[in-house]
C-alpha cells in the first residue's frame, strides 16, 4: 500500500513539475519588455530592441510617399536624450505631430552605433480620450 502512494504521489509531483516549467516558458516567450530612451542610449549598439518614448515636436520629416520618414523620440515630458529614428513602412492615423496632443510612440529595430535607431515596426498610441473638461466646458 505504502508503495502505491508513493507512486501516485512522485507521478503527481512531474505532472505538477512539468506544468511549470511549460507555463514558466511561455510566459517569458510573450512578455513584452521596451526600454526607455535613456536606458538603449545608456546599454548601446544593439539588434531587435523595443523602445518607448513621445515624439519630439517639429522632427518629424515625411519626405513623399514610400520615402522613410526621420522623427526624434525622448523620454516622457523631457526632449534629452533623444533617439534619431529611421522607419519605412505604413505610418498609423495617430501618428501626427500635434504639440497639443504629443503621441506615445513604440518602435522595434535596431540601434546602431552610429546613435540612430532603425526600426522595422512602429506603434503609435492613441492619445486619452478621457481628459478633464476646459473651464466653463459641460460634459454634454
Do not use: H, W
Not at 530592441?49 to 513623399?64: E, F, M, S
Not at 514610400?66 to 522607419?87: H, K, N
Not at 505604413?90 to 540601434?111: M, Q, R
Request: proline fraction near 5%; hydrophobic fraction near 40%; glycine fraction near 12%.
Amino acid at each position: 500500500m505504502r508503495g502505491k502512494k508513493l507512486k501516485f504521489a512522485v507521478a503527481g509531483l512531474a505532472i505538477v513539475l512539468a506544468v511549470g516549467v511549460l507555463a514558466y516558458f511561455a510566459v517569458r516567450g510573450n512578455s513584452v519588455y521596451y526600454y526607455t530612451v535613456r536606458e538603449l542610449t545608456a546599454k548601446g549598439s544593439t539588434d531587435g530592441v523595443r523602445v518607448a518614448g513621445d515624439l519630439i515636436n517639429g522632427t518629424l520629416q515625411k519626405v513623399g510617399v514610400g520615402e522613410p520618414i526621420r522623427f526624434e523620440i525622448a523620454d516622457q515630458g523631457t526632449t534629452t536624450p533623444a533617439l534619431s529614428v529611421t522607419y519605412a513602412g505604413p505610418v498609423p492615423d495617430t501618428f501626427k505631430d500635434d504639440p497639443a496632443n504629443p503621441v506615445e510612440v513604440v518602435v522595434d529595430g535596431d540601434y546602431r552605433s552610429d546613435g540612430t535607431f532603425q526600426a522595422t515596426s512602429l506603434l503609435a498610441k492613441c492619445p486619452s480620450k478621457y481628459q478633464a473638461a476646459q473651464d466653463g466646458a459641460s460634459g454634454q
